[in-house]
């Protein structure tokens, strides 16, 4: 109960502070075998993978879902060299009575250097688990959300992706990814704060669980958005002085 309420008061300031959040200056690389629990009461701890730095974190829990002394965390690159951190060990689980189960976890992750003085930018994030509802009636959903942090525009609030499953033999998805450099122009970040929400509903038959799940990101080299921004205002402006000429003109 102990981690629970420590948990629940990191996750409450996070909202607060996350958009001026930066790795500090003090920030250590934590021993190997690290924990959820280890990383949310040593804010200064972060994992590194590649050129993605992951920290800042927090949890809340409900149910039969796991403390966060009971989950690891590591770093991962997947086959199409994107990095990322995995969440394993104790599996979130809802058992069957009692209600659902719910855990979300928060953390930030920023390009490194000399990557990110090179002009590589988080493009599109990958979401993989092996969620399973298939001995019973329950169902399960990870729903993970972003917020831009550096830039802040444009915004990631309406960007979601998801993995689910529905038992005993509806609909699956145990992978999703979403590109935002391809649906908005120039949409890329150095640091960005990542919600990943896990529920999970047991009904009849068996338990719902999920006992992995990896997340990673795309490293893009990002022509410097600014002067083309930049050049793009530059246009507007000249278009309204001319537009404003051709108002007078007619009056």
Request: proline share 6%; charged share 15%.
């Amino acid at each position: 109960m102990k981690i629970r309420q420590l948990s629940r008061i990191a996750a409450a300031v996070a909202p607060v502070v996350f958009f001026a959040l930066s790795p500090s200056a003090n920030a250590v690389a934590p021993p190997s075998g690290i924990t959820l629990e280890q990383l949310v009461l040593n804010p200064t701890w972060h994992i590194d993978q590649g050129d993605k730095r992951f920290f800042g974190f927090s949890y809340q829990n409900s149910g039969d879902m796991p403390d966060a002394a009971d989950i690891n965390v590591v770093g991962i690159t997947s086959v199409l060299g994107n990095h990322g951190i995995s969440f394993t060990g104790a599996p979130f689980v809802d058992l069957i009575g009692g209600g659902f189960s719910d855990a979300v976890i928060e953390y930030s992750v920023t390009v490194l250097d000399p990557q990110k003085s090179q002009g590589f930018r988080i493009t599109d994030a990958h979401l993989d688990s092996n969620i399973d509802a298939s001995g019973g009636t329950g169902q399960g959903k990870i729903t993970e959300t972003f917020t831009a942090v550096d830039p802040l525009l444009p915004p990631l609030n309406l960007v979601k992706i998801t993995n689910f499953d529905i038992g005993p033999a509806g609909p699956s998805q145990l992978h999703d990814d979403y590109d935002w450099f391809a649906s908005a122009p120039f949409a890329s970040y150095l640091t960005i704060h990542v919600t990943k929400d896990i529920l999970l509903a047991s009904d009849t038959g068996s338990f719902v669980a999920v006992s992995d799940i990896d997340q990673t990101f795309s490293q893009t080299v990002v022509p410097v958005p600014a002067a083309i921004w930049g050049g793009l205002a530059l246009m507007g402006l000249v278009i309204g002085k001319k537009t404003h000429e051709k108002l007078q003109l007619a009056e």
